[in-house]
């Protein structure tokens, strides 16, 4: 049940593109996406909640493909403070509402 | 709005003995409150979901008796983890639900146990 991330790591530049993807076995009710430093607590990004929803966050925008039951992340311009790992957490139809399955991660570090 | 606090934010302690983490929604109502635990460098793993007033469900594999969860008032929910051993050692992360909004979590700063 657990969705799959990739990839697992990924190195930028600044000023670099990345994409985090978020694939799923079962039939997706919502994607929320989170962002999480080392040795903090994750922070909310954001909340998908229909499938062909888009939303955006200054540069860092997501989709929702509920067909293909997945999600991806877009980060443009990559800017250092986007360094830390991402987690896209699940809710299934069916689920107790709230109940996230969260991917394994992806790390993400921005170099100068 | 919607922040989340926890306490404490670390806590070292002998094996055997129990430790309470409370989980506090500062601004806001939550109705409901979940758990999570992190092992470093794993994701975060739900072990139960409390709601106001009512018994926690635990996940399949998180012994109820042993993770104690109360979820007291709109604003407060604690886990006490009883008769701590190393391998309880981890990262404990609350969130939280506003009442109107149970779709958006927000976190707690988290709470690292250390077992000796």
């Known amino acids: 049940q657990q969705p799959v991330q990739s990839p697992q790591a990924v190195i930028l530049r600044e000023g670099e593109d990345a994409v985090i993807n978020c694939s799923s076995s079962?039939?997706?009710?919502?994607v929320h996406w989170y962002r999480q430093k080392h040795g903090e607590a994750p922070v909310f990004l954001m909340i998908l909640l229909k499938g062909g929803e888009q939303k955006g966050h200054e540069k860092i925008s997501a989709s929702f493909n509920e067909k293909k039951q997945q999600s991806s992340l877009y980060l443009t311009a990559s800017q250092l403070s986007y360094s830390g790992t991402y987690f896209c957490g699940t809710e299934f139809y069916g689920g107790s509402q709230g109940n996230l399955i969260f991917g394994k991660g992806t790390k993400l570090s921005v170099k100068p | 709005g919607a922040v989340v606090s926890q306490h404490p934010s670390r806590v070292i302690c002998k094996s055997g003995t129990s430790v309470k983490i409370e989980c506090r929604s500062l601004?806001?109502?939550?109705?409901?409150m979940f758990w999570y635990r992190q092992f470093p460098k794993q994701s975060l793993m739900l072990m139960a979901t409390s709601n106001e007033g009512s018994k926690a469900t635990y996940e399949q594999g998180v012994e109820k008796d042993k993770f104690l969860i109360n979820h007291a008032s709109l604003t407060l929910s604690t886990l006490t983890v009883t008769s701590a051993h190393p391998e309880d050692s981890s990262f404990y992360i609350c969130?939280?639900?506003?009442?109107?909004?149970?779709?958006?979590?927000?976190f707690g700063p988290g709470t690292r146990l250390t077992v000796l």
């Open positions: 601004d806001f109502q939550a109705t409901t």
């Open positions: 079962k039939a997706l009710y919502s």
């Open positions: 969130s939280a639900s506003e009442r109107g909004n149970t779709d958006t979590q927000y």
